[in-house]
């Protein structure tokens, strides 16, 4: 089965990352999806302010569900929506809303969705982001919105957050209507900052069914408790998959997602492969004897020494998969873009094991104690792999994260190794 590769916490791009953003542009490549949605309501996305919810509320924006239309369903103000629209304005102006992102971090793009809008989408948008933190000003309750526009005491509040000089990641772009049910405009971000804010301008007036934003979340280490075990690899910290095998029912970055899954769609599952043998066997300790297998490699969102793995296979009755282990290496960013595009053919010998062979029930949540509890190891990358196919909805890496300086080999041939708590590396 020949292998495919998938970074998309970096796009399609192959330019580096820059320090300050750079304006979004308009992009075909999915591959953002995969990333998580750090605007949905479902991880704490919030609207702060809308200029106007005459139609529909602009709450609709982050629902965590796809739009829908119901052809002949009307409210007292007009056709019922499912999206944020606004009425024909009439005044000077533009619309826009922010929102407060539930997941502060990365953005790496955006999909704007005009699904079911045909006739009224917002013609052209733009998009601005910042990083408030604890500058946010108290907003009034919005409560129910439709046939509202913003009131003198909401403006006068989101005022203070001065948002029309925030960094633009989208300029004014006109939107594609699309299909009626798959109106998607995707743009791509070029920014390494933090963001926990965005405003989104419609310019004049219309509607837009759903904004995602995808990116990687960004946790401050330092202010986490050094006595409790973290989720190194978690992507609502800044965990990424870099690389995998198959994906062909469901991406890996789902299993490393926000909460419990949620469904059979919301974790990682692989086809079946092809080169399973007529007949099974079992060896001696109940495993399958097969010579396939599928995987997956994390980046963590930050170096640690893992104690406990959590894998569930939850929703996943009749196609989890036999077995399972889990590795982990250090490499360098270098490293790490050379395995990228040596489709992760590295040496075996660089992978320390974390997790050996071992039997996965279906539909269960399995907790296993890493061998680094002996090995006390600091890994930068951790590799799953299942045999000989199947489906995982959560994969969670606990442990301790460590300060950690991989410079890369040209800049200087250097690697200095400290952890937090009662860890020390073996490297």
């Known amino acids: 089965m020949g292998s495919k590769q998938s970074d998309p916490e970096h796009g399609t791009s192959d330019s580096g990352m820059s320090d300050s953003p750079q304006e979004g542009k308009l992009s075909r490549s999915p591959d953002i999806i995969q990333l998580i949605d750090m605007a949905s309501e479902s991880v704490g996305g919030q609207i702060l302010f809308a200029t106007d919810d005459f139609f529909a509320p602009a709450e609709n924006l982050i629902k965590s569900d796809s739009p829908s239309f119901k052809e002949h369903e009307y409210t007292e103000f007009g056709k019922w929506m499912d999206g944020w629209l606004t009425r024909r304005k009439r005044v000077p102006g533009h619309d826009w809303c922010v929102i407060k992102l539930g997941i502060q971090g990365v953005i790496r793009g955006f999909d704007v969705d005009v699904s079911y809008f045909t006739g009224d989408h917002a013609p052209r948008i733009s998009i601005q982001a910042a990083n408030v933190e604890d ?20 403006l006068e509040a989101i005022a203070e957050l001065k948002s029309s000089d925030w960094d633009c990641l989208v300029p004014r772009t006109e939107l594609q209507p699309g299909k009626p049910a798959s109106g998607h405009n995707y743009f791509l971000v070029n920014s390494q900052q933090r963001w926990t804010h965005i405003r989104l301008n419609i310019f004049p007036d219309g509607g837009i069914a759903r904004l995602r934003v995808y990116g990687t979340g960004q946790k401050d280490w330092a202010a986490s408790n ?25 991406h890996p970055n789902k299993m490393i997602g926000v909460g419990p899954p949620t469904s059979a769609a919301d974790g990682w599952e692989t086809a079946r492969r092809l080169d399973r043998p007529p007949i099974l066997e079992n060896d001696e300790n109940g495993i399958l004897l097969v010579s396939g297998c599928e995987w997956a490699v994390f980046r963590l969102a930050h170096p640690g020494v893992i104690t406990q793995i959590e894998i569930d296979t939850k929703y996943f009755k009749g196609n989890s998969p036999d077995s399972c282990k889990l590795d982990g290496c250090v490499l360098t960013t270098q490293e790490e873009e050379d395995m990228i595009r040596q489709k992760w053919d590295l040496p075996g010998h660089k992978w320390k094991p974390l997790l050996p062979v071992t039997k996965l029930p279906p539909n269960e949540s399995h907790t296993f104690d890493s061998l680094t509890l002996e090995l006390q190891d600091v890994v930068t990358h951790a590799r799953l792999t299942i045999s000989p196919d199947g489906g995982v909805s959560r994969l969670r890496l606990k442990g301790f994260p460590s300060s950690i300086c991989l410079l890369r080999p040209r800049e ?7 952890v937090k708590g009662r860890f020390r590396s073996n490297l």
Do not use: N, Y
């Not at 500058?135 to 909401?154: I, N, S, Y």
């Open 135 to 154: 500058k946010e000003p108290e907003m009034p309750q919005r409560g129910v919105r439709t046939g509202t526009a913003a009131t003198a005491e909401e």
């Open 226 to 250: 050094p006595q409790e075990p973290s989720d190194l690899v978690a992507i609502a910290c800044g965990g990424a998959c870099v690389g995998f095998s198959s994906a062909h029912f469901g």
């Open 412 to 418: 200087k041939s250097l690697m200095r190794l400290s």
